[in-house]
């Protein structure tokens, strides 16, 4: 069958208007916005209902049809961008943008796959609730890709990725079936608790169409410091402090190196030092609590009182109000986007063991130094959660492509250098294609071969995001 | 083969001190606490190790031979006792009991699967650390039946499940494979998130034999309140006032009616009525904080304060020390045992939406009255987990056994409310033998299909605890 006939099918199922075929129309959804994936497609629909999803995926399944499901297409791995090929359907989840419930009572809400991040934040923010999961790209990201990608973000410490957030899943499987599992219960021991084999899975399982989320109390009160300190060990210690006296009211604990604050005093507009002198590491630290009675002040005062005492910690700033709470924040958020001025940048998204981030660090820093002399690391991140970008400039004088040449030996470097210390080469980002191949790497043939025997038991024709992840 | 030859293969694989055969040797093995279920096997296989499990699989699977897992035998659905029919052998995971890593720095521990839940949380402790998995059987149930049936307890609303609780697993394949799942990191996007798999699947997908799990803050002060209210809607409420202005620090939530505690006061040593006069309902509300410059009681005033204010509640006693903290436990710990005092009890372990919990009580307190006239409901438990225990009494009257004849029908009641507001018919127990046949009520054949498409794949023969769950 031509694929103008099945461009016809599809405006039967789903209206002319949401079928785009034009390659103006078409334009947005094949490239992602650091350019790095460019690709083709026939067309891209746009259902507006989980029906209309089945009845898509159906049709392609019954015609061998390739789909990939796109949300915001924020992805950093490729996941969400058709192949060169041009075989492959886009199917966007835009459209799907619904709010289906606020249950503030039950600290609930369900919504379609397509609405934006931010917006699921402010339904939340107007029910009197928190929806916590926050990242850069929130003001476009759709909450579908967030889940399909299992997303990281800020407050992971606090309140877990995306998958900690997911009570329930509505999904169309690769048959066009619906599954409805759209449940807003906290404990439900009836058999295999499905809805995880579809987080995290990149599309490649199933298209979730709605989802139940969990939602939280709206902190009242917020405090942050801005910490000097001498090394990542010193940093360590005082996630333990600050952890033991917190507990779950720690909700930010982000190290930051010299060298990331100097790029940021250097090119992000609003920025001054925090601290009076330079420190060799910092740490941002953040409490937060629903309760207008604590005295959340009293807590971080302590907390760096003990970290003082045991002399882990050389100066700190406290945020005299909420102004200041961002202008902290302002620094950390610019980390990433401020290694563009200084030229090339290889970048590595990995995790290790909480306790094992000093010893890491030493390791690959070491090791990325003499593989490139001069390159100037800039590893900074979530310490709570074990998440490091590590990410690597170029050496002052050198040529930006000949060092951007050497990415894939670096990564190899650094990578190697996660798994000795039985780290996660993706920790946020997951593998799409950008990490397809590294997977059979770093994964047991055994692994591998469970992942590969439920991609084959769900869609045993292999038409849903192929050749992501697996 | 005979049986007695796969003996001595086993014997060959294991010592014969750990092949148990002999009637007496397997007696503890065949039943469980309450009686109810009553299995037969050929032996009792006692591995020492990963390698050894990985033997005894291997062989069973060569040989087609049935195995059900066995950890503490406190599981309450039949799972985990062989069939009468004397064809399933039973493989126990109590040697496996050694702690393998206790890492304070990064709030994580690696133990085995035969580990003692008490064990466990001693552990933590003299880590300086908590494991909050909390459960009556705390004292002979294995963590490894924890994971394997997703175990609940009193401290799922601050700390989630045990699913919540696990970083890693390590599990020996329904073919002998062992996959090495076990990691201790809290950011791991490369692929689909297998541990969920063998999580809740009470032993049909795998043998847990080891896990890393989360570690948390030692909570250092400790507030509670006995509150009286008129009705369950005053419940919610308090709740939504409690976790609002608690959040995380909310530990604990607990409904109880008065005939419950009527029942407490009557047969349950060292217990008096916390309150003076007394109320159709109680809450125990529970708040713990890591900090000790946390005045957490001017929290838990706060709380109550709002509550009078908007009339909720109708009286409150505060526990001035640990001592009345416990006694307040202490009811509601008891709240299970005292009704076997009053005659028979038909049990249901169901959940629902929490802010449902008002609307289901009401109905289904009405339907099992309406069935049996003058049994008396105890609807008691998790109301921040959206959880009831909704047990009943039979009438004062009755014939225990007339009246236990009505189990079934009770339950299908009971349930068929439960379905109505979108709940769960197993909220912590799991399914097992005894709710296999409900299982096929309750769940789309989607989701049913699903089930046994994973079951199929992953244990095609389908020797790893047959006729459990599926």
């Given at each position: 069958m031509s694929e103008s006939m099945h461009a016809g099918n599809f405006t039967d199922l789903i209206g002319s208007a949401n079928v785009l075929t034009a390659p103006a129309d078409k334009a947005p959804y094949l490239v992602e916005w650091r350019d790095l994936y460019q690709g083709q497609t026939p067309m891209v629909l746009r259902p507006g209902s989980t029906a209309e999803v089945s009845a898509i995926i159906r049709y392609a399944n019954q015609n061998n049809l390739k789909i990939v499901p796109q949300g915001?297409?924020?992805?950093?791995?490729?996941?969400?961008i058709p192949q060169e090929t041009g075989q492959e359907i886009v199917l966007s989840?835009?459209?799907?943008?619904?709010?289906?419930q606020v249950d503030p009572e039950g600290f609930a809400i369900t919504v379609e796959a397509g609405v934006v991040l931010e917006t699921l934040q402010n339904e939340a923010e107007k029910a009197g609730?928190?929806?916590?999961?926050?990242?850069?790209?929130q003001g476009s990201c759709q909450i579908g890709g967030n889940i399909s990608t299992n997303a990281g973000g800020t407050s992971v410490l606090a309140y877990g990725n995306t998958r900690d957030l997911v009570l329930g899943l509505e999904v169309v499987l690769p048959n066009g079936e619906i599954w409805n599992g759209l449940r807003s219960l906290r404990k439900d021991n009836t058999g295999y608790d499905l809805k995880h084999l579809f987080i995290g899975a990149e599309g490649t399982l199933g298209i979730i169409t709605a989802a139940t989320l969990k939602l939280f109390p709206k902190p009242k009160k917020l405090e942050a410091a801005f910490v000097g300190l001498a090394d990542p060990a010193s940093a360590l210690r005082l996630f333990s402090i600050a952890r033991e006296q917190a507990g779950p009211l720690l909700t930010g604990f982000e190290l930051m190196p010299r060298i990331g604050v100097e790029f940021c005093l250097r090119h992000l507009e609003h920025t001054r030092d925090p601290l009076e002198a330079p420190h060799p590491w910092y740490v941002l630290m953040e409490i937060s609590s629903g309760s207008e009675v604590f005295e959340t002040r009293d807590l971080l005062e302590a907390i760096l009182g003990e970290a003082l005492e045991e002399g882990v910690v050389e100066d700190a700033a406290f945020a005299q109000n909420l102004q200041q709470v961002q202008d902290f924040w302002h620094i950390r958020h610019g980390m990433s986007e401020v290694q563009k001025a200084e030229g090339g940048s290889i970048k590595h998204d990995v995790s290790v063991p909480v306790a094992s981030i000093p010893a890491f660090l030493d390791k690959a820093m070491a090791a990325v130094e003499d593989f490139v002399p001069g390159c100037r690391p800039v590893p900074f991140g979530h310490l709570g959660d074990g998440n490091i970008h590590f990410n690597v400039s170029q050496p002052l004088d050198a040529d930006k492509q000949a060092y951007l040449d050497k990415w894939d030996a670096m990564n190899e470097i650094v990578h190697g250098i996660v798994l000795d210390f039985s780290?996660?080469?993706?920790?946020?980002?997951?593998?799409?294609?950008?990490k397809k191949d590294l997977l059979t790497k770093v994964k047991s043939p055994i692994e591998l071969e469970l992942m590969r025997q439920i991609k084959r038991t769900l869609d045993p024709k292999g038409l849903l995001n192929p050749g992501r992840i697996l």
């Open positions: 915001g297409n924020t992805g950093l791995v490729g996941g969400q989840l835009g459209r799907m943008n619904k709010v289906r609730r928190l929806f916590p999961l926050s990242l850069g790209a780290g996660s080469i993706s920790a946020e980002h997951g593998i799409g294609r950008l």
